[in-house]
């Protein structure tokens, strides 16, 4: 029933107003207040399952209050497009089973489906642009997700203890993965590093335990500490030659590691970098590193040898503690300083140096030393390591002379030279090439002294002799192992003739 009113048309009540004007001034009162709320920059507003805010031309949740279950986010609110999800918005709800994200929105916030254990698919849209940190974290029973090619950044804990998360694919645009990015994904199996990735943080994808193999691509010059520490099961990582240090424990306890190529680039490797890998079996050490850190490879019990290039010069305290199966210790170079019980409980050590390094004495660390003599390999070995069945396979024979430089193959494997390569001969040359000597060999010799240069390889170790007569007895002058392209020996000024040579020292 409609109750009927007792004013009549065009009469006002005494002490009243018209209700058409009345009406009016309420419109005028509400018009007002919409106007002055326009000033706002944001109001916070109501519409189904979501609390939201607006600046007037998009909206963002910042509250879902729904009953969970399959849930599709609306593209547009009260007439406006929907462009973020604040930070916090789903945190905790565990009876989300599947969210639909729409295109449009650019921005999820941090911590935005926190918890949500029961969440087992998410659909984001090509126009998202950043994920927030911790953004997904402990989202439990996830188990994959793709990354939109707009999102240049894997912020912070954004996958934290995903424990069910098996696959993840990332985008071309990735640049960077923050710190603990994907900590304690214990299923993730697989990850490919886009090419475009420069960083990657601390503790990033740290107890992984599941995750079988890994490249680093060139492109990445930072890899934070304890990066892959405890990814048991990874048994194959490639390192990009963009690294220039590997972090403190950036590997430790990856128990599944059987083998590992350090880039020439690295000049660092850091405290407990590959403590605990125990099925490490061998590693080389490459030139460029100078510090070798603290517990560098402690613990690393299947370890039987390690090759330590020529420009180490410092190993850090307990660098091989627990290393008990290492036999064998090669030194490249001169003796490194050398920090306390490096070998502890490495117990059957012997350490090997080169003919012609110094600091060397009966013993190193506690442990016997031994000249390296390193055994020459059959010329079959020899071809197919340098190179020459690939290159050549239609002239790797030994008296063929591929690269024309007058030298035969065997020659060129005596002379320790490239067979491949015209320029890498074994010859003397009459003058320096200062930028190719080493330090000491530019200083300008005595007035007694000639001065002998030929061309060398790096590492190759060399004997200068001499004879008073082609085909009398050869006689060692000097034997000396080359850093660079060319070495000198200096002789003494003699007033008869005499004839030198250089051989590669056996």
């Not at 490919?192 to 490249?215: T, W, Y």
Request: charged share 15%; with cysteine.
């Amino acid at each position: 029933m409609i109750a009927a009113s007792t004013t009549k048309p065009g009469i006002i009540p005494p002490g009243g107003e018209c209700p058409v004007c009345r009406a009016a001034r309420a419109g005028r009162l509400a018009a007002a207040w919409a106007i002055s709320l326009g000033f706002l920059l944001a109001a916070a507003a109501h519409a189904q399952d979501y609390t939201y805010t607006t600046n007037q031309e998009t909206i963002t949740i910042t509250a879902y209050t729904g009953a969970g279950g399959e849930v599709a986010i609306p593209a547009v609110i009260d007439g406006l497009p929907v462009a973020g999800i604040g930070d916090q918005a789903f945190s905790l709800c565990g009876k989300l089973l599947k969210v639909t994200i729409p295109n449009g929105v650019t921005q999820i916030g941090d911590w935005a489906f926190y918890q949500c254990t029961g969440l087992t698919n998410v659909s984001l849209p090509d126009s998202l642009v950043r994920m927030g940190m911790n953004a997904f974290m402990e989202c439990t029973n996830l188990p994959d997700m793709v990354i939109p090619k707009g999102v240049t950044q894997i912020e912070a804990g954004l996958f934290y203890q995903c424990s069910g998360l098996t696959q993840v694919l990332l985008p071309e645009s990735l640049t960077r993965f923050g710190r603990d990015a994907f900590m304690n994904c214990v299923s993730l199996e697989r990850v490919l590093i886009p090419g475009g990735v420069v960083a990657i943080g601390e503790n990033a994808f740290s107890g992984c335990r599941s995750l079988g193999s890994v490249a680093i691509p060139d492109g990445v010059i930072s890899m934070g500490s304890a990066a892959f520490y405890g990814c048991h099961n990874l048994t194959n990582v490639v390192l990009g030659r963009g690294l220039t240090s590997l972090a403190a424990s950036v590997f430790s306890d990856c128990t599944g590691l059987e083998g590992i190529a350090i880039p020439g680039q690295v000049t660092e490797i850091g405290i407990g970098a590959f403590s605990l890998c125990t099925k490490l079996a061998s590693v080389a050490i490459p030139s460029s590193v100078t510090n070798l850190g603290w517990y560098g490879f402690s613990g690393c019990s299947s370890l039987t040898n390690v090759t330590l290039g020529s420009g180490l010069a410092e190993i850090g305290m307990m660098a091989f503690y627990g290393c008990s199966s290492l036999a064998g210790v090669y030194f490249e170079g001169n003796a490194p300083n050398l920090g306390a019980i490096v070998f502890q409980e490495a117990d059957n050590v012997v350490v090997y140096y080169r003919p012609g390094t110094t600091g060397w004495d009966a013993t190193f660390g506690d442990r016997p030393t031994q000249l390296w003599v390193p055994p020459t390999p059959g010329y079959g070995e020899w071809a197919e390591a340098i190179g020459l069945n690939k290159k050549y396979p239609q002239a790797n024979r030994e008296a063929d002379d591929p690269d024309q430089d007058g030298l035969t193959n065997v020659q060129e494997m005596q002379a320790g030279t490239d067979p491949t390569d015209p320029q890498s001969v074994l010859k003397m040359e009459f003058m320096p090439r200062m930028a190719n000597l080493e330090e000491p060999d530019q200083i300008p010799p005595a007035e007694n002294q000639e001065a002998l240069y030929f061309q060398s390889v790096a590492g190759k170790t060399y004997a200068v002799q001499s004879a008073e007569a082609l085909g009398g007895a050869w006689q060692n002058v000097a034997v000396v192992t080359a850093a660079t392209s060319q070495k000198r020996v200096l002789v003494t000024k003699s007033n008869s003739r005499v004839f030198y040579r250089v051989v590669v020292s056996q």
